[in-house]
């Protein structure tokens, strides 16, 4: 996952193309299922494969597969039960398995079609992309006026980087065949990528006309209320989306969104609850944490207990995530101990800020599709706990209201020695106050890219006169920079021998240096605010972290500038460059000199 405010991407899942897919457990594709079972010869599993389907329909796929595999039981070389057996335990989240038995069922069924989809759907579900554009072509020459298979081609083409195509493919099918709804649900989702709001808007109504049930459609109009700063209106259609029969992971997926929007408008104890969808195991992009021990429950006492606290999500989510901790620390009392384990990175700032928890390195593996995070010290043998949680969990217990976030500016502890050095060595910078610069975040992949503003919008800012803007944007920024020396005559200084990826103790330490910080959320601006420093937030209308308030509960000390609309980012940069001005011109309040600042 990403930043602290990832549109609700999907946090990253939401919108995404894979969620734009029929279904292997969709009530057409179990159609087939059933109408194939009228053919199967062996009168005996007739009716344990009918049972299994029912379970499967009723989203009980264990159930499901243990029948699927009575029946296999009986005939092996039920080509049937195979697919059955596939579809149960893809919809329990064992897709090794399951595409073992895609494979047995194909070898039985030849050339089948709707075998063929499954495994491409399951193929694009593992991240073989390729494979599942060309398992789509295979089904295609065989049925070539499939709607689905159209549907399927185009979003794993899209999903290769190759957008126009995926788009051409959509509109050439449906200007010859208008009345699939799911096109154009897709056509909408792929231009909302884009930026091209209003059409996107525009289809995924039509997609609504011709099928008003189609919980997918809703669901997507909401994602696109949502990311378009209105999230009362994107409850709305969550709500409607939700109350469909919904696969597994769908209503994950739908429930998360709806608890960034329940966010987004203050609704805080119902946003927790529902943003806890993020670890279920059917939800797209859910984490798994192999952490053995019971796991901590909403209302357990914590007074005297050693719990481990495992960083979840993004490097910037879990140093926002962070704003818990004392409260954490106050309620385990002086008899409980807190393990912490974080993105290894961070191990060192989060031990000196927090110098009574034990502070260990967690590990983020692949497995298969899957995404496991363990804490290897843990594995090891190195220390016990009483319980366990990811850090996000927490926040309902201390973060149920607004009025329970603290005033207090800064929880992180930068090296003072190292904040003395940058001190010292912007000081040889050019004159003027030290501005750190933050303009994107190092994940722009699926459509996420909108929600930063295009480098150009930062003219007026750049022009400010005086001040001595300092990069701290980690990953590739050359073009940006050569851009501002070129065509605004403004060098960004940048600082010497510090990674700003890598070296997060030590960007702490030069945000903690500077006299501002201005800039999106990434995961550097949230070590700059996290440390208490003076830092001015911009953020797109309607995203959750501000919590339904016009400021940014989570760093008081922060200023926040949203936009009034969707990607309306110059009147928010001008206001910005005004307010650099009146701070640090002559005569005007300023801020604290990076010198007196604690």
């Not at 901590?296 to 960083?311: D, F, H, R, T």
């Not at 996420?448 to 930062?458: D, L």
Request: glycine share 8%.
């Amino acid at each position: 996952m990403s930043d602290a405010y990832t549109p609700p991407a999907g946090r990253a899942a939401r919108g995404g193309a894979g969620d734009l897919m029929g279904s292997s457990a969709s009530s057409d594709a179990l159609k087939l299922l059933s109408e194939g079972l009228a053919e199967q010869r062996n009168r005996l599993v007739v009716p344990l494969l009918n049972r299994a389907v029912v379970h499967i329909k009723a989203h009980e796929p264990e159930k499901a597969a243990a029948l699927a595999l009575e029946a296999l039981g009986i005939d092996e070389r039920s080509g049937i039960g195979w697919h059955i057996l596939a579809i149960a335990q893809e919809a329990c989240g064992d897709f090794t398995t399951s595409l073992s038995c895609y494979e047995a069922a194909l070898k039985l069924l030849p050339d089948n079609p709707d075998v063929l989809t499954n495994l491409g759907r399951l193929a694009f579900r593992m991240g073989m992309h390729s494979v599942a554009e060309q398992l789509f072509l295979h089904v295609l020459s065989r049925k070539p006026n499939d709607a689905e298979g159209i549907n399927n081609l185009a979003i794993a083409i899209a999903s290769q980087g190759r957008q126009q195509q995926a788009i051409a493919v959509l509109k050439d099918f449906i200007s010859r065949h208008p009345t699939y709804s799911n096109l154009w649900n897709s056509l909408a989702s792929m231009l909302a990528e884009k930026g091209d709001i209003e059409n996107a808007r525009v289809f995924y109504r039509e997609a609504l006309r011709l099928s008003p049930r189609l919980a997918r459609a809703r669901y997507n109009l909401g994602s696109l209320w949502l990311d378009t700063g209105d999230p009362r209106s994107a409850l709305r259609e969550f709500e409607s989306a939700l109350k469909r029969p919904l696969a597994a992971d769908e209503k994950a997926m739908m429930t998360m969104s709806q608890g960034l929007a329940q966010l987004a408008v203050g609704r805080l104890a119902e946003g927790w609850r529902s943003y806890e969808a993020r670890n279920d195991i059917q939800f797209p992009e859910s984490i798994y944490f192999a952490v053995e021990g019971p796991r901590w429950e909403p209302g357990q006492p914590l007074s005297g207990a050693s719990l481990l606290l495992v960083g979840e999500q993004g490097l910037g989510d879990e140093v926002l995530f962070a704003n818990i901790l004392p409260d954490v620390l106050e309620s385990l009392g002086p008899q409980g101990r807190l393990t912490l384990a974080v993105e290894p990175r961070l191990a060192t700032l989060m031990s000196r800020s927090f110098p009574t928890v034990r502070v260990e390195a967690h590990k983020t593996v692949g497995v298969g599709a899957h995404t496991v995070r363990l804490v290897p010290a843990l594995d090891a043998g190195d220390f016990e706990i009483g319980c366990w949680s990811p850090m996000a969990s927490l926040l309902g217990e201390f973060r149920g209201r607004v009025e329970d976030f603290p005033q207090r500016a800064g929880y992180l502890q930068p090296a003072p020695e190292r904040v003395s050095y940058w001190r010292e060595v912007l000081a040889s910078a050019p004159a003027g106050p030290k501005v750190g610069l933050l303009w994107k975040s190092g994940v722009l992949t699926r459509g996420r890219g909108r929600f930063f503003s295009p480098f150009e919008a930062w003219e007026p800012v750049l022009r400010t006169p005086g001040v001595t803007f300092v990069n701290l944007q980690y990953d590739d920024c050359a073009a940006e920079m050569q851009l501002a020396r070129e065509r605004y005559g403004v060098e960004i200084w940048n600082p010497p021998v510090i990674d700003l990826k890598q070296d997060l103790d030590d960007v702490t330490a030069l945000s903690c240096a500077l006299d501002l910080v201005i800039g999106f959320s990434n995961a550097n601006f949230n070590l700059a605010a996290a440390a208490g420093g003076p830092a001015w937030l911009i953020a797109p209308k309607g995203v959750w972290t501000p919590l339904g308030t016009d400021r940014y509960p989570w760093y008081p000390q922060v200023r926040l500038y949203q936009t009034a609309a969707y990607a309306e980012w110059e009147p928010v940069m001008a206001k910005i460059a005004a307010d650099l001005r009146a701070e640090f011109s002559a005569g005007g309040p300023g801020l604290a000199p990076a010198g007196e600042r604690k």
